[in-house]
């Protein structure tokens, strides 16, 4: 019997997930081109190599039914990445540092991996970055709370509470002779459901609290990642109007001391989409169901430094589909500008 029990927990210890938050001393430059960067934004889908029971997954409660599913699903995400070789790549719903390994051993750059872990128990999901440049502190998260619905909610919800940002992660770069704070967001999702639209601007507020820090001391910022929301001033190919205030508050437009620009305007409106949902549970993509709730924000110094902001389509949507629900955005910064 003891026997057994100390087998089970050693299994568990090799399957549990991993993460890898803390940075190489001193910090490195591994790019190529000191002068500029390129940076990828690219929610690659439920990127889980080992079993996480709440979500079922790999398994019935997301896309990989086995892990020679999501071992082939890896591949393609990193088929990806190889294709366009950014210099930072921040990624969205993946379940840990093995994951991250895995698509480092896969790829040609010389990177490293980067992944604190979240509190989203539900979904297992978390947010890492692949990186050829260190940064330069610890990633963490915040563990800051704000009650919903915040004031002036627009969400038409009625419930109250107090909600986090579970899967998010906080770190600093030196990129060249810029000091930048770097955020990573993934915001619940459901654009559309008002109890989640309320929970979504807490978590707004929560992420104006953090960048106002930051751009307090001086540091400007990058706040990057899967929103689930839309830019009511940056419409996209369908024209989605959000119900919350969620983009609008992380831009800065409730703050006295900072303003962000949505870098996502240097796209051509009919270019605008980074997500598939499929609302007619057809599985077959279909331009009406082609959204952009991806978004990179930056403060002014950045802004006037992007050369290119473009959003890569090059892969169909449907149900098994070995590729992302979402198409990356490729994000290219002159430091010569």
């Not at 979500?55 to 190889?82: F, Q, R």
């Not at 609008?248 to 900072?258: A, P, V």
């Amino acid at each position: 019997m003891i026997f057994i029990v100390l087998l089970f927990a050693f299994f568990n210890l090799i399957t549990a997930e991993t993460f890898c938050p803390f940075v190489n001393t001193p910090a490195q430059d591994r790019r190529t081109h000191t002068n500029s960067m390129k940076i990828m934004q690219y929610n690659i889908e439920w990127a889980f190599l080992d079993y996480y029971k709440s979500a079922d997954c790999p398994g019935d409660g997301c896309p990989w039914k086995n892990t020679d599913m999501s071992y082939d699903h890896l591949n393609h995400v990193s088929n990806i990445i190889n294709k366009f070789n950014p210099d930072i790549v921040n990624i969205c719903e993946i379940e840990g540092c093995d994951e991250l390994k895995y698509l480092m051993n896969s790829t040609t750059a010389n990177y490293h991996t980067y992944l604190t872990k979240g509190t989203d128990t539900s979904t297992g999901q978390n947010v890492g970055m692949l990186t050829k440049i260190d940064p330069l502190t610890d990633l963490y998260s915040s563990n800051l709370t704000y009650s919903y619905p915040i004031e002036g909610s627009q969400c038409g919800y009625d419930g109250t509470g107090h909600t986090s940002i579970s899967k998010h992660f906080i770190t600093t770069f030196k990129w060249n002779d810029i000091n930048v704070a770097f955020l990573s967001l993934h915001l619940l999702a459901y654009p559309d459901k008002t109890d989640r639209c309320a929970k979504r601007e807490a978590q707004a507020k929560i992420a104006e609290n953090i960048i106002e820090d930051y751009v307090s001391h001086g540091y400007e910022m990058f706040v990057i990642g899967d929103f689930n929301d839309y830019d009511r001033n940056i419409p996209d190919l369908n024209n989605s109007i959000p119900l919350s205030k969620t983009i609008d508050i992380i831009k800065g437009s409730e703050s006295s001391i900072y303003n962000l620009e949505n870098t996502l305007i240097k796209v051509k409106q009919e270019e605008r989409y980074t997500n598939w949902w499929d609302k007619d549970g057809n599985c077959l993509s279909s331009s009406d169901e082609l959204v952009l709730i991806d978004h990179i924000l930056v403060s002014e110094k950045l802004y006037k430094l992007i050369n290119n902001v473009y959003i890569y389509h090059n892969y169909d949507m449907f149900c098994s589909s070995l590729n992302s629900d979402h198409y990356p955005i490729l994000l290219e910064i002159n430091f010569d500008s």
